[in-house]
């Protein structure tokens, strides 16, 4: 068994479409240290979506990316048909170190590579997803796949401080398309002016997702929605060994979990109640990618895992 | 009515005596200052306790203490009989500014005057109270009050940074004589050297409470109790005014809550479903709390605000 099945829904998951970076990442932690080592926002949240429902990967990579890589995502049955292979460059890489307690992290080098020429291009059957993750990558690009995909798919959306920073009107435009705005604590500070959370995430609704997620690492996410405000506690990670691909993993579980829920072939329309429930397992999704570096306990930990700590985390805030 | 009542529960709540400081303090924050305001651990824990369950306080003022702060106490009916008036000196002062974000805060002067020279002295009938709030002190003091109550008492206690750098052998000792521990996150890690508060808590039990609460201010709080571990977030604050008491006051209103649904003239055995229960009722409080100086919006607040925050957060936590 591959994917979770969920015991009040037999039909077939809905499809889940995943565009961001494939990228190369050379990581620097406090206790260890990685290099050239599987990342990017796409890889991370197409990962973590498969889990749950059939994902389809949009994104570019390499002519130096490993075929033990590919390998990587196809035992997993992501459809590649949108991965392009751009064999005039290397593969987008970035290099980062974190601070003790990972709280803040510095970028050391980042070369985008052939990411720098990337054009999302879909692939005809892609065009049918009922779900779409625009990972982390520029605006433009974003709002791009969000064209391409029509009216009836659900949108929804991660960014960073850098959009921010250097696209800011590019990315209201992108809040304006969206179902879904997923952002942390920082960067919604940053793009509302707000260091009051909760005053943020009633000010990012506001400028056009009709739902809005902000994530603060550790201490859970918060869910701001038309019927109401809700407050999710993080899974209990006590060995954390690597944040990178965190809120990116989270997206695509919490996508994917969506996408068993409201089922193939109608209108993607979750429920309060859905969402809540696609945050307990995009939770410990995100819980099991910072015990390793990349995708490596993503990939080892399978659904009984999955299952068991969303079950711990359910009790653990029952009150 | 003065008092919550308890829909599971027609008994008459057990007795909370609260032993701490009652202050005069000057506060400064990014927004506003308040001067000789009303303050000190058991000045807000008592209050905080007294919405739920009959509440005893002990401590020392000095000559300057003002009527109408007396009042204010005795409005909520709050047994000042263990109150001494030392007419040797002034009230305790402590004056502190917050830093912006109210994430930190600076001791800018600390005047113990009479409370230099406390001693807890005990009325007869305080002796049979079914709880014990060691409130933020010396722990020799509390350690005191702790020997002076007997076996069936179920005790906790919080702690300040000051208590943990330069009483460190003796906070040992009362952790050994706890039922209940409760502590916040900062302090949490400086008395253990555990950066991971998932570990922090553990070993806080290991030295002794069977119970252990630690506090991260508006990012809730962890529950670690023999049954399981349980986190709460905190209710959703957007007007902070003043964070002063918001921790005496959540583990004042944390024992009224588990005294109304323990009952009085029977040995105080909490379980994990009212522990939780009472820390719902111990997060709104503490809202109430830092939405003004002092005990300002506590006082005000009443029954039905304390309620209708307890059903909005637990709405707002259910999956």
Redesign the interface.
Known sequence: MKRLTHPRHSHEPAAVLVVGSVAYDDIITPRASGERILGGSASYAALAASYFAPTRLVGVVGHDFAPHDLARLRARDIDLAGLQVDPTGPTFHWKGRYHE?FNRRDTLEIHLNVFERFRPQLPEHYKNSEYALLGNIHPALQRHVRAALGKNVFAAADTIDLWIKTTHDELLALLRELDLFVINDTEAELLTGE?????AGHALRAKGPRIVIVK?G???A?LFHPD???????Y???E?HDPTGAGDSFAGALLGALAIQTGAGKPPTPTFAQI??AM?FATVVASLTVEAFSCDRLESAGIAEIQKRANEL??????
């Open positions: 307690n260091t009051n959370l909760i005053r603060k550790e201490h859970g918060y109401g405000l809700f407050a999710l506690p993080a209990p990670v006590v954390l809540k429930e307990l359910r009790a653990m805030v029952t009150v």
